[in-house]
């Protein structure tokens, strides 16, 4: 049943992919940030923010590192999938738009996530409730303080890391020379969003095994049900029909997610859906300075086009522009933010723009 299941998962899922040889200099690595507050008042003595490195940090004639690309992964995600063909394949390798040889390519796991702090550790729901703030808070720090980074060339990210990144345009507006947020939008998440999310912390939190937290086995029940309701938001129904055209297949692929389901941690997940909460970067945009290209597919129905959310508010971004990527063979619904090959020509665009900008400075 598990082999069924990652059958399935490897055909239709945008992160799935075959993973790609290690890259130039590429490495791993924790950083330890001692006395975090987060934005509730809550504090821990260190929290710990693992790491992947790609490339060598460059310097200029200050000594400052200016090759540097943050790229920042989405909610229950890491930095590790990055790596894979459909990403790091189209980007990462010799001649292609972040190159290892000429760039230094960081790819933290996100508070609460991965191998960086989070509640499965053992804190369970003691763990300090973070937002998005305090998760890019962290990542500035490791950015700053972890690796001696004090301006970015680029910052950009996917669903969850496309919110951070809208949030690192105006909490740190000073610290890139350019935004690309893939698969996301720059309002409070409400409406149909926000009530997916809750029908996920609903499922989990009225689950018996629960049990506030501090369950002895997991609230597998409740997990199901938030992986299939995450599932049928991020998905392609084209896709998800042309991988299951029968019955049976069908079939198959409910019972692999039941069988995914089971890799997962019920706080890490609760804290972070949880997260997004107070996410609205609306109110800021145009404290924004650096050049910020948002990218969006027309097949995205945690961000459908429709709403307008990102078309009336995208002028509002000093250096903004929006771009939408119709409905293909090639898209993948939510996660056309992973196929990198659908839109990789606008970040070329954008990086010799910005890199003209650079010059002129």
Same mark, same amino acid.
């Given at each position: ?56 940090? $460059? ?41 290892? $040889? ?69 909490? !740190? ?41 501090? !369950? ?44 995914? $389901? ?16 107070? !996410? ?59 196929? $990198?090959?659908?839109?990789?020509? !606008? ?15």
């Amino acid at each position: 049943m598990r082999r069924a299941g990652w059958l399935f998962v490897a055909a239709v899922a945008a992160w799935c992919q075959p993973a790609t040889p290690i890259y130039l200099n590429q490495a791993e690595g924790d950083s330890v940030l001692r006395n975090f507050e987060f934005h509730t008042g809550e504090r821990l003595e260190e929290l710990r923010i693992h790491y992947i490195t790609i490339g060598k940090p $460059a310097r200029d004639g200050s000594g400052h590192v200016n090759n540097a690309v943050l790229i920042l992964h989405g909610t229950a995600g890491t930095g590790a999938p990055f790596l894979r063909a459909n990403f790091g394949g189209e980007l990462f390798g010799a001649g292609q738009p972040l190159d290892a $040889a000429t760039h230094f390519l960081i790819l933290p796991d996100a508070v609460g996530h991965g191998k960086s702090s989070k509640p499965s550790d053992g804190l369970h729901e003691r763990f300090p409730h973070y937002n998005y703030e305090d998760m890019v808070r962290a990542e500035y720090r490791l950015v700053r303080e972890g690796l001696g980074v004090d301006r970015l060339r680029l910052v950009m990210g996917t669903s969850m890391g496309a919110m951070h990144t809208w949030v690192w345009g105006y909490l !740190y507006p000073d610290a890139m020379d350019a935004l690309m947020p893939l698969a996301s939008a720059p309002v409070a998440i409400a409406g149909r969003n926000r009530m997916f999310r809750a029908m996920i912390i609903q499922a989990i939190r009225e689950d018996p095994a629960w049990n506030g937290g501090e !369950y002895t086995v997991q609230p597998l029940n409740g997990l199901i049900a938030a992986e299939y309701a995450l599932w049928m938001m991020t998905s392609s129904p084209m896709q998800l029909q042309k991988a299951n055209p029968t019955r049976e297949k069908a079939d198959v692929a409910v019972t692999a997610l039941r069988e995914r $389901a089971r890799q997962l941690d019920a706080n890490d997940m609760l804290y972070q859906f949880e997260a997004s909460g107070d !996410y609205n970067p609306e109110p800021h945009l145009a404290e924004i300075r650096a050049p910020l290209w948002a990218i969006n597919s027309a097949d995205d129905e945690v961000n459908p086009p429709e709403l307008g959310q990102v078309a009336r508010n995208i002028e509002k971004v000093p250096h903004g522009r929006y771009i939408l990527i119709p409905t293909s063979d090639e898209t993948r619904g939510h996660g056309t933010h992973s196929q $990198a090959a659908v839109w990789k020509q !606008y970040l070329v665009e954008l990086m010799r723009g910005t890199e003209r900008g650079r010059a002129e400075e």
